[in-house]
């Protein structure tokens, strides 16, 4: 389980007012559900059905529409892209190994720290933004690096 943070502006926030309160219910199920998948604000269109459906939502293709027109989603290929999306707080995520082998093959073995090559066995994945800030264990946070590298960045950016 991780968690997701909701800013304290959400209670007044004006789009989320004008989409009203099912729009809203739906928004923070879609939210804990892309973070849950790890999709970075993304949420596919049958998805977002499950969900609907699971919280008895009939009407969610209205709904929807809503979220979309007052701006908190935009519509993109195959499902909604949530705006304003925010990051998971707190314990670093870790990085399964699928995601690793993604970012090593974008990168090939080249330190982004340093650029200079780093072998194998030595490779790091690092995050950009430290997860103490925030930073998610996605593929645009992630970079390949020497553990050396890595150590000696710490927490800055
Ligand atoms: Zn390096």
Known sequence: MAWVRLDD????????????????GLDEAAICWSAHEEDDGRISAEDVQMLAVMHGCRQWRRIVRRLVDVGKWDEVNGGYQIND?????????PIPAWLRQEVIDR??????LCGGEVEPADVHIDH???????????????????????????NRV
């Open 9 to 24: 502006k959400r209670a007044t926030n004006g789009k989320l007012r004008m989409a009203g309160f099912a729009a809203r």
């Open 107 to 112: 990168a090939g073995h080249v330190c982004q």
């Open 85 to 93: 999306f925010p990051p998971v707080r707190g314990d670093r995520e």
């Open 128 to 154: 950009i933004l430290p997860c103490s800030l925030g930073g998610r264990s996605v593929k645009h946070n992630l970079q390949v690096s020497h553990s050396r590298c890595n150590m000696s960045k710490g």
